[in-house]
């Protein structure tokens, strides 16, 4: 099993509501990404964490709380989002900090 | 600072032509390098690394990079280009003294004509 799995594919959310992204993998990673990607551009890490401690934040506002449950798992926490934070959304994990990443489909956020 | 620069933002070839995707870097000690692939919509297709030893690297898909340290490079090539190559395409430098994280060019886009 290879894959980073990401829930939902795609959300539509008003600036008052809160929500949830949530990642998934089972290759044994110990180290998971959130990553944030507007149309035409790279993507833009967030978050790291690396045996389920947060490990990097890259300044992230606050209206994004990442949370890792156990190893396989990392959720993405909304609230209060802004219509400028509407990007893809794309969670990875590696086996080990700085090796290769493997990405999910991403998630498509809407703010309306 | 460290940095990835793609020359070329978007590039079109014709079906079976060859194909090379620039990459530069800078970056003060020895580097990850890699490429990715995304198609619209999609997330991020790892097409192959380096990390040491050989500096001609094969990855997936038909596609080869090579690892120039005098030139500070890491060009993605392709001999035969296939429509389903279109997409945008990646390099990043790995950071493996800074926590995982991963420096991404801006990306070149790939258009195959037919």
Request: hydrophobic residues 35%.
């Amino acid at each position: 099993d290879t894959e980073v799995t990401q829930t939902p594919k795609h959300l539509v959310m008003g600036m008052t509501n809160k929500k949830s992204l949530k990642c998934e993998q089972h290759m044994g990673h110990r180290a998971m990404y959130w990553y944030k990607q507007k149309a035409k551009k790279p993507p833009e890490l967030m978050f790291v964490y690396s045996y389920e401690k947060l490990s990097i934040n890259e300044s992230v506002p606050s209206r994004f709380s990442p949370e890792c449950p156990n190893s396989s798992l990392l959720n993405l926490h909304l609230h209060a989002l802004q219509p400028e934070d509407s990007a893809l959304y794309l969670c990875a994990s590696s086996q080990q900090e700085a090796g290769e990443l493997f990405f999910g489909e991403g998630s498509r956020l809407t703010v309306l | 600072a460290q940095s990835v620069t793609q020359p070329d933002i978007h590039i079109t070839v014709s079906e079976g032509a060859s194909l090379e995707l620039r990459c530069n870097y800078s970056y003060g000690a020895t580097p990850y390098l890699f490429w990715y692939v995304q198609s619209p919509g999609q997330g991020l297709q790892l097409l192959l690394k380096y990390f040491s030893g050989d500096t001609l690297v094969q990855g997936i898909k038909g596609f080869e990079a090579e690892f120039k340290r005098s030139q500070s490079s890491f060009n993605l090539r392709k001999p035969s280009v296939h429509w389903s190559d279109a997409a945008e395409y990646f390099c990043a430098v790995g950071q493996y003294n800074q926590g995982g994280k991963l420096i991404f060019g801006q990306g070149t886009e790939l258009s195959v004509k037919p």
